[in-house]
């Protein structure tokens, strides 16, 4: 990695190395920039590796968030081949448990015939046979999506980072603050916290959930909320297999291609119950490598910084609703953390260019691991030096 030595001047500066940081780095120097990715930790360490690791097409409505899911899905491909690390075409199943759920989701795999992201309709004895712990008292049927993806965030990244920064024209500076960003007539300057300097033609910032360091400013005027997620990770002392990754029917009322489908159906589901509703509970259980089962998630959406301590009531309310889904699981926790997002509330993103030289981009909300590479390679594909 080439920690060691650095240029004064570079083509493109990102600054945060998460999905939207580390891919735009990443398109950079494949368009043959000279790029330096600045990143304040080791390697990153917040919502971008302290998520479920999805990569599922199948929650994004059609259109340019479906669009960008789907190119995502074919980067990751590739990267994951290349860096030689896994990539799970485990697919995700959504869980009906009334039977009006179960109608609509029998609908929507009768009408969307979506070849790039096909679905099958499993009913209840499909279902509960495709999976090693589904509770048969409660799902009356799902919708499986078989091309959705999952990795391991973590893995991803350091792979990545390390990778881009060995073998290409990309440095990366690791456990590093860019503290200002300053545009000068020919060029941009980033300040890093000991005091030096870098220039480069295009800065890119993408702090994530630092909305205080670089142009706090220019966050307040707009429509942008943090969104803090609960998450768990449960034993699985009888190794068992989930087989693919499973979303509570809480998901058909939360998504927005399951809403979209259902005013085009002319129905409205009902939602889960109010104290789920209140801590935005949506149960994902997913498996790591490592056969461990993680479950989440909650969201608390707040307009100043949330603290990073986790709600007791929370936990037990996702494990309560969990139990209810499955069987044979034994609940034992033997890891929990929160992450933390942010959520443009109108388009979804929040991209702002900064006079003629900066970006700012944050915002994407829950569907980062998603589209973000594909959102990446679209706009520095826009770029011009
Ligand atoms: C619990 C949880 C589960 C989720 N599950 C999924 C999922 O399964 N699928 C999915 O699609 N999405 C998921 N998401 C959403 C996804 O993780 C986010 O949308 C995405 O990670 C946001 O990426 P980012 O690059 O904007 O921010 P971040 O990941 O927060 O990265 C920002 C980086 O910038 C660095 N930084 C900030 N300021 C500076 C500075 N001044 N100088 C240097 N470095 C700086 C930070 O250290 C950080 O590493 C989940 C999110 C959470 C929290």
């Known amino acids: 990695m080439s920690t060691q030595t650095y240029q004064r001047k570079y083509d493109v500066?990102?600054?945060?190395?998460?999905?939207?940081?580390?891919?735009?780095a990443y398109f950079a120097m494949q368009r043959g920039w000279k790029t330096l990715l600045i990143e304040r930790d080791i390697f990153p360490q917040q919502a971008s590796v302290r998520n479920f690791g999805l990569i599922i097409p199948s929650a994004m409505p059609p259109g340019i968030w479906r669009d960008r899911a789907l190119a995502s899905s074919e980067i990751y491909e590739e990267l994951t081949?290349?860096?030689?690390?896994?990539?799970?075409?485990?697919?995700?199943?959504?869980?009906?448990?009334?039977?009006?759920?179960?109608?609509?989701?029998?609908?929507?795999?009768?009408?969307?015939q979506d070849t790039l992201c096909p679905a099958k309709f499993l009913n209840a004895e499909?279902?509960?046979?495709?999976?090693?712990?589904?509770?048969?008292?409660?799902?009356?049927g799902s919708?499986?999506?078989?091309?959705?993806?999952?990795?391991?965030?973590?893995?991803?990244?350091?792979?990545?980072?390390?990778?881009?920064?060995?073998?290409?024209?990309?440095d990366y500076l690791p456990k590093t603050t860019a503290v200002s960003v300053r545009e000068r007539s020919s060029h941009c300057q980033v300040k890093i916290a000991d005091g030096r300097t870098f220039d480069a033609q295009q800065v890119i910032v993408c702090s994530g959930a630092d909305l205080q360091t670089l142009f706090p400013e220019a966050y307040i005027e707009r429509n942008v909320q943090y969104c803090k997620l609960q998450m768990l990770k449960i034993s699985n002392p009888e190794n068992r297999t989930l087989g693919t990754s499973i979303a509570s029917p809480i998901a058909l009322t939360r998504y927005p291609a399951f809403l979209n489908a259902q005013f085009l159906q002319g129905i409205n589901l009902a939602g889960p119950e109010p104290t789920l509703q209140e801590h935005g509970i949506q149960i994902w259980m997913t498996q790591n490598q490592d056969n461990e089962f993680i479950l989440g998630d909650s969201h608390a959406y707040s307009v100043d910084p949330p603290p990073e301590r986790m709600s007791a009531e929370v936990e037990e309310l996702i494990i309560n609703?969990?139990?209810?889904?499955?069987?044979?699981l034994d609940?034992?926790?033997?890891?929990?953390?929160?992450?933390?997002?942010?959520?443009?509330?109108?388009?979804?993103?929040?991209?702002?260019?900064?006079?003629?030289?900066?970006?700012?981009l944050t915002?994407?909300?829950?569907?980062?691991?998603?589209?973000?590479?594909?959102?990446?390679?679209?706009?520095?594909?826009q770029l011009s030096l």
């Not at 697919?91 to 795999?109: M, R, W």
């Not at 609703?321 to 044979?328: G, I, S, W």
């Not at 915002?363 to 594909?381: Q, R």
Request: charged share 20%; net charge neutral; glycine share 12%.
């Open 81 to 112: 081949r290349q860096l030689g690390i896994p990539l799970r075409q485990a697919g995700t199943q959504y869980l009906a448990h009334t039977e009006a759920e179960a109608d609509f989701l029998k609908q929507l795999a009768d009408t969307q």
């Open 331 to 360: 609940f034992q926790v033997t890891d929990r953390w929160c992450g933390i997002y942010t959520e443009e509330k109108s388009a979804g993103l929040f991209h702002k260019q900064q006079g003629e030289r900066i970006q700012l």
């Open 13 to 24: 500066i990102v600054i945060g190395g998460g999905v939207l940081g580390a891919f735009h």
């Open 363 to 381: 915002g994407i909300g829950g569907k980062g691991m998603t589209t973000g590479p594909g959102l990446a390679k679209e706009n520095i594909g």
């Open 126 to 140: 499909e279902t509960i046979r495709s999976s090693c712990c589904l509770n048969p008292e409660f799902c009356t």
């Open 143 to 170: 919708l499986f999506f078989p091309q959705d993806l999952q990795l391991d965030p973590g893995q991803f990244f350091r792979e990545l980072i390390n990778w881009i920064a060995c073998t290409s024209d990309c």
């Open 321 to 328: 609703y969990a139990r209810k889904m499955f069987v044979k």
